[in-house]
């Protein structure tokens, strides 16, 4: 088993950033892909961002690339994500996710291909 633990969401004012962190604990040796999604009021949850755990590629949603940064630290076990630039439809409630067999550049970006779920950050951009 694997638990995330997010921490970093807050209330911020539009054209703030905010860095959003997920720790992983447990039995890390069996993730190979970490990721953020995001499920805003009324609308169902959706990608934002991935990395691959040991080579490090990154993933995002096209409409996000460029604001968001996703980055690693193996030594924490930690998953950052940087958010620049934030605007009201921001806001939501950020995910960070966790998967043992992401095999393909593909499933990077759908939800079922997870496999452990953190509890949730809540992020509120004010216009």
């Known amino acids: 088993q694997v638990q995330l633990v997010e921490s970093g969401g807050g209330l911020v004012q539009a054209g703030d950033s905010l860095r959003l962190s997920c720790t992983a604990s447990?039995?890390?040796?069996?993730?190979?892909?970490m990721g953020w999604f995001r499920r805003a009021s009324g609308e169902e949850r959706a990608f934002v961002s991935a990395?691959?755990?040991?080579?490090?590629?990154?993933y995002y949603k096209d409409s996000l690339r460029g604001r968001f940064t996703i980055s690693r630290d193996n030594a924490k076990n930690t998953v950052y994500l940087q958010m620049n630039s934030l605007k009201a439809e921001d806001t939501a409630v950020y995910y960070c996710?966790?998967?043992?067999?992401?095999?393909?550049?593909?499933?990077?970006?759908?939800?079922?291909?997870?496999?452990?779920w953190g509890q949730g950050t809540q992020v509120t951009v004010s216009s």
């Open positions: 996710a966790a998967g043992r067999d992401i095999d393909s550049s593909g499933n990077y970006y759908f939800s079922a291909h997870y496999d452990y």
């Open positions: 447990g039995s890390i040796f069996s993730i190979n892909a």
């Open positions: 990395i691959s755990w040991r080579g490090g590629r990154t």
